[in-house]
């Protein structure tokens, strides 16, 4: 079955200019999560949704920073007057009902702010 | 959440046996380690977790020692589509979701 699926998939963006990022995660999971990766760095958390609900937003960077899944299935993070420290690949994963281990990630968006 | 330590990276040839060690000096009772792997321009993919002892899956092992503060991933006859980024991650799987702390990491090269 299709997996996670992210767009676009390359991004960039001057300074100032607000972005629009997209998670498609696998038909049925309820957990939807998202991830920054600086180069040569893992993953860090971002902000977790279940469903409708974003129940921990502890991970984003600043106020700039803001994620929503309206409906329980697709999710937009969006990056407001983006900056430099920005450029990143921002990768969204998503988990079945009682899956702590499975998530699956999507490809990734690799934003680039120049 | 328990700190990992991992090599930055190793080198390998095809064909050989690759191991690579995580130590997480302060794991708690109930966490668990898992690994990911991750290829480049792709995000990371769930490969194998364990708790204690030994744990075997098609594409890896899990050693884990009695004490729990190290574990140790070993890949059999790696190829070179083995080259990849390996995270070792612990924490409490539990009913909802939560999110993964990833370390940096350790690059395998796979050499021919």
């Known amino acids: 079955g299709a997996g996670v699926s992210q767009s676009p998939r390359y991004k960039v963006a001057k300074r100032g200019q607000d972005v629009a990022l997209r998670c498609d995660p696998i038909s049925g999971h309820v957990s939807l999560f998202w991830y920054q990766q600086a180069l040569g760095q893992g993953p860090e958390f971002l902000t977790y949704f279940q469903n409708e609900a974003q129940l921990d937003k502890s991970g984003l960077p600043s106020d700039r920073f803001f994620a929503e899944r309206p409906e329980g299935s697709v999710s937009t993070l969006k990056i407001q007057r983006t900056q430099q420290e920005d450029s990143a690949v921002y990768l969204c994963a998503s988990t079945p009902p009682g899956g702590w281990e499975t998530q699956y990630f999507g490809p990734g968006t690799r934003l680039l702010v120049l | 959440l328990a700190k990992t330590t991992q090599p930055i990276s190793m080198d390998s040839y095809e064909g050989q046996e690759v191991n690579i060690t995580c130590s997480h000096n302060?794991?708690?009772?109930?966490?668990?380690i898992t690994w990911y792997q991750q290829f480049p321009s792709q995000g990371p993919r769930f490969i194998i977790q364990g708790y204690k002892t030994k744990v075997t899956n098609e594409v890896a092992s899990l050693f884990i020692p009695a004490d729990r503060k190290s574990s140790t991933l070993s890949l059999p006859r790696v190829s070179l589509s083995d080259t990849a980024v390996y995270y070792c991650l612990v924490g409490v799987p539990s009913g909802s979701a939560r999110q993964l702390t990833f370390g940096s990491g350790t690059q395998l090269t796979v050499l021919p």
């Open positions: 302060n794991i708690a009772t109930n966490d668990y």
